[in-house]
């Protein structure tokens, strides 16, 4: 039976540590499999990370120790120091893109499909953005029998273009976070600052019409363009 994320969600930790795993397996193979104080370090990046974590080694061994009992890491024999590698794709029974495409989402959160295609360069290249729609759709409609959708398309944001996309290997996701806009997309301001921003325009139009008055009395043309730099007019 593939992992059931509706039987036995995986934590925020977990669902880092796991993720991580898949990224370096791909983005830097010479260091994989992985011990446990690079997992930390690649857990703890600031880089391409949503949200930033500060997992310490006793989190992450936790977390390695959960997902080994899930089928879904074990350790590597034949060296001194223990290394850890992922068993994600044979342990949830998804294709490689899909994968690839659930790795990103653990790691990056929600994502538009044009976005995961982009930030999948290093782990997969999709032919194009219709191919990364499909596989999607497909964990979206994924049968009980298979475990249960993977992901879910979000409502769209205010002020958002397209859709994102979140997965479901922690659970239920929160719909009404997914309505709040990104900082400065479709947000209205405040009154306050409405207010000073109105009043900061009519004492502009003031000063122009008080320009334009001299000017005629003087003769002379107004000049509205930005003043150049000192020496060189």
């Known amino acids: 039976m593939p992992f059931d ?9 977990e669902a880092r540590v796991l993720a991580t795993l898949m990224e370096k397996a791909r983005t830097v193979p010479d260091s994989y499999p992985m011990s446990l104080n690079g997992l930390v370090t690649g857990c703890n990046q600031k880089t391409s990370r949503d949200p930033v974590m500060n997992l310490s080694d006793a989190e992450a061994q936790e977390a390695l120790d959960s997902l080994k009992l899930l089928t879904l890491a074990f350790e590597s024999s034949g060296n001194r120091t223990t290394r850890w590698e992922h068993n994600f794709q044979r342990g949830v029974g998804v294709p490689e893109q899909s994968a690839v495409l659930l790795g990103l989402l653990m790691l990056r959160g929600p994502q538009t499909a044009g976005e995961l295609r982009i930030n999948a360069e290093r782990w997969y290249r999709f032919a194009d953005i219709s191919s990364v729609e499909a596989f999607l759709d497909e964990l979206q409609e994924r049968s009980a029998e298979k475990g249960g959708p993977l992901v879910v398309q979000l409502p769209r944001a205010p002020g958002a273009r397209e859709q994102r996309w979140a997965h479901l290997l922690c659970g239920p996701v929160d719909m009404s976070t997914s309505q709040t806009p990104a900082a400065g997309a479709g947000a209205s301001p ?9 009043a900061l325009e009519a004492e502009v139009a003031s000063l122009r019409n008080t320009v334009q008055r001299l000017c005629a ?17």
């Open 217 to 233: 009395e003087l003769g002379i043309s107004p000049d509205f363009s930005p003043m150049s730099p000192p020496g060189q007019e």
């Open 5 to 13: 994320p509706a039987t036995r969600p995986l934590t925020p930790n």
């Open 190 to 198: 405040s009154p306050a600052l409405q207010a000073r921003v109105d």
